[in-house]
């Protein structure tokens, strides 16, 4: 038995990696870390502090929200930050299994690259 990470029940998981009890708690977990992103990215376009917020703007573009002008004249020092953050990220634990690491490492060093090439231009 393992308990549902949205509502606390307790449910046999069909898979190691299972986290919800049901689809509509997969569901709502989505629409909630959905709506807090967007709610960062609006901070970040706002002028709000960077870091963090870049952070939840990459994750906002990886599933297909729109950003425009994300990432141009930002200093040297920002970017600096940004990827001692991006190398500072922890792997969420549900995506903590082998694959989900190799991927995970794999994102990340493609996110520090595309830094590390801003710095370089
Ligand atoms: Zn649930």
Known sequence: MKACIVCGKGFSPKNRKGVYCS?????RDYRVKR???????KRWKAGGVV???DTAVDRFKARGGAVSGGGVGKSRE???A??????AE?????RDTPLGRRVWKYEQDKRVAELEALLNS
Do not use: L
């Not at 709506?35 to 990215?41: F, L, Q």
């Open 90 to 94: 922890k792997i969420p634990p549900e």
């Open 23 to 27: 689809a509509a708690c997969r569901q």
């Open 51 to 53: 870091g963090e917020e």
């Open 35 to 41: 709506a807090a992103e967007y709610a960062e990215y």
């Open 82 to 87: 940004e990827i001692r953050a991006i190398r």
């Open 78 to 80: 920002e970017i600096m």
